[in-house]
């Protein structure tokens, strides 16, 4: 995980903040997640998260399916 803190937050009684998040990269056995959280439409964090698809059984990583390819896919940006 990488997080860039790029300006303050503000707390404010009642406010909701927005979080998008968004797949940046889809690799064979990994893919990136990208979270910002914004206040007053400017991106206040943004966090680049790498997840590894993990096979438990094996104890290694494990090559992404056609279906979890085709599932990411729809956020990729």
């Known amino acids: 995980m990488e997080v ?3 300006r303050q ?3 404010r009684v009642g406010e ?4 998008r998040s968004a797949v940046t990269r889809l690799g064979t056995r990994s893919f990136t997640v990208r979270q910002e959280l914004v206040q007053d439409d400017a ?3 943004r966090a680049d998260l ?3 698809l993990f096979d ?7 090559p992404m399916s056609d279906a979890e ?6 956020f990729l940006t």
């Open 4 to 6: 860039d803190y790029l």
């Open 9 to 11: 937050l503000y707390y």
């Open 16 to 19: 909701r903040l927005c979080v």
């Open 43 to 45: 991106v206040a964090i």
């Open 50 to 52: 790498v997840m590894v």
């Open 56 to 62: 438990f059984a094996g104890d290694t990583s494990r």
């Open 69 to 74: 390819r085709t599932h990411w896919s729809r």
